[in-house]
């Protein structure tokens, strides 16, 4: 039962474009969302949230975007560089819990 | 310390052996969690403390995991007569709040733990 899923398993982009990496969700009572990047034998490092009350939140390069009415969100980042280079994941929390349900994960390649 | 730290970093056991993994949390960290990753999969949540009172701890496998945070800071998680399946890399995250809110989880590196 994949409550959250990544169906892309690998991405490649140029540098200096738009890298988009889409997650879905199935759960309507997730109400908190965010994006980790992992780097290899690394843990997971936080990138940026949202909450269901946004549509939209901006960190520099990386803007997250979500759509309830689709359950889904995405990661955009502009513009993309070499570093950005790991395993991006997508991860949900429950509205009454603390437990982040993870996506299985999207290999982003920047090449240069 | 900066981050949340474990050891071992990687573990082989023979398959029957028990291990111990432990986990050091950002000082003051209130919220501390186990994960367990196989390869090629996101994290799956196996337990959650608050201070030392484990309040949840719907994700452990089986009766042969344990998890403990006996003081509110340090925790280990056990996992007796390990089995094949168990090899993956466990990963414990804390968060400074005690509130069921937005708070960001920060993740240790992971201990990679191969049962042969």
């Known amino acids: 039962d994949q409550q959250v899923k990544q169906n892309s398993p690998s991405l490649s982009v140029q540098e200096g474009r738009i890298s988009i990496l889409n997650c879905d969700y199935t759960n309507s009572m997730f109400d908190y969302f965010l994006w980790y990047k992992k780097y290899p034998a690394e843990g997971p490092t936080f990138l940026i949230s949202?909450?269901?009350?946004?549509d939209k939140n901006e960190d520099g390069r990386f803007t997250v975007f979500l759509n309830k009415s689709a359950k889904h969100l995405s990661l955009h980042i502009v513009p993309s560089q070499p570093g950005d280079s790991a395993v991006y994941f997508c991860a949900a929390k429950l509205r009454y819990g603390n437990k982040l349900v993870f996506g299985a994960g999207t290999i982003l390649r920047v090449k240069s | 310390g900066a981050g949340v730290s474990q050891s071992p970093r990687y573990k082989v056991a023979k398959r029957g052996q028990d291990v111990a993994l432990r986990c050091d949390p950002i000082s003051g960290h209130v919220s501390l969690f186990w994960y367990q990753q196989a390869l090629g999969q996101g994290p799956e949540f196996l337990t959650y403390?608050?201070?030392?009172?484990?309040?949840?701890k719907s994700g452990l496998p089986s009766d042969r995991f344990f998890a403990e945070r006996p003081e509110g800071s340090v925790s280990t998680l056990k996992i007796q007569r390990t089995q094949q399946e168990d090899s993956a890399v466990y990963l414990c995250?804390?968060?400074?709040?005690?509130?069921?809110?937005?708070?960001?989880?920060?993740f240790g590196p992971g201990t990679r733990l191969t049962v042969l």
């Open positions: 949202i909450s269901s009350i946004k």
């Open positions: 995250a804390s968060s400074s709040s005690r509130l069921a809110g937005t708070d960001t989880q920060y």
């Open positions: 403390f608050q201070n030392e009172a484990q309040l949840d």
